[in-house]
């Protein structure tokens, strides 16, 4: 969660990382993503100090962006890192929690489902995915299940149980496998110590996240 502004620009450096940008400023149109994920990580950070004024500035800024590229993300479900691969349709359910280096793709819905007990409340469960997650095309991730760290989750493949941490979740209904092959993507451990080596001033505070 962002709750200063060191830990705000972790995030920011972080996510412009895992996309693969190295220029200083966006470029309209070109960098309609990153836009968004800065935009998001303000609003984040705004929310979270109690700037009113900007919290609500920026949500508007985030709703406006999300219709024209189809996301709608609520904020503090992230942690730095986070890669989205392409703009389409991507929803995640504001209970909804995932780790670091979350590289993902479009048409994904994470959302929660809802219980209800004998006094007629509703108890919603909601995913947890850990730290260098990959999420393919078209998945669809559901209510309590607890998704480890270094899993893939391949293209269209419902999620709705726990994956243990280094597996591959693949198909409808879900299968587990080990990994096979080794990714050339975020969602290896490796990833950090990449960006450590460029941002060596976020070495300990990364680790509190």
């Keep these: 969660m962002i709750t200063n502004r060191e830990i705000l620009n972790l ?4 996510d412009k990382f895992a996309l693969g940008i190295t220029r200083k400023i966006p470029i309209p149109f070109f960098d309609a993503v990153w836009i968004y994920e800065r935009t998001l990580r303000m609003y984040e950070f705004h929310k979270n100090v109690g700037h009113r004024l900007r919290q609500y500035w920026y949500s508007f800024l985030l709703k406006i962006r999300g219709q024209r590229l189809g996301f ?4 503090n479900c992230f942690g730095p890192g986070l890669r989205i691969n392409h703009y389409g349709m991507l929803i995640v359910n504001k209970h909804a929690r995932i780790g670091k280096w979350c590289d993902i793709n479009q048409g994904v819905n994470i959302g929660a489902n809802g219980m209800i007990d004998d006094d007629g ?7 947890i995915i850990g730290d260098h997650c990959y999420i393919g095309i078209g998945a669809k991730i559901f209510g309590d299940c607890k998704i480890g760290n270094n899993v893939r989750i391949g293209a269209n493949s419902v999620v709705t149980k726990d994956i243990p941490d280094n597996m591959t979740a693949i198909g409808i209904p879900m299968s587990i496998h080990p990994h096979k092959h080794k990714m050339l993507a975020i969602s290896t451990p490796e990833f950090e110590e990449q960006f450590l080596q460029k941002y060596p001033q976020y070495k300990e505070l990364i680790k509190t996240i």
């Excluded at 709608?72 to 904020?75: A, D, F, N, Q, Y």
């Excluded at 409340?121 to 995913?127: A, E, G, I, K, Y």
Aim: no cysteine; charged share 20%.
């Design 11 to 14: 995030y920011l450096d972080a």
């Design 72 to 75: 709608s993300i609520s904020g």
């Design 121 to 127: 409340r509703v108890h919603l469960r909601m995913p």
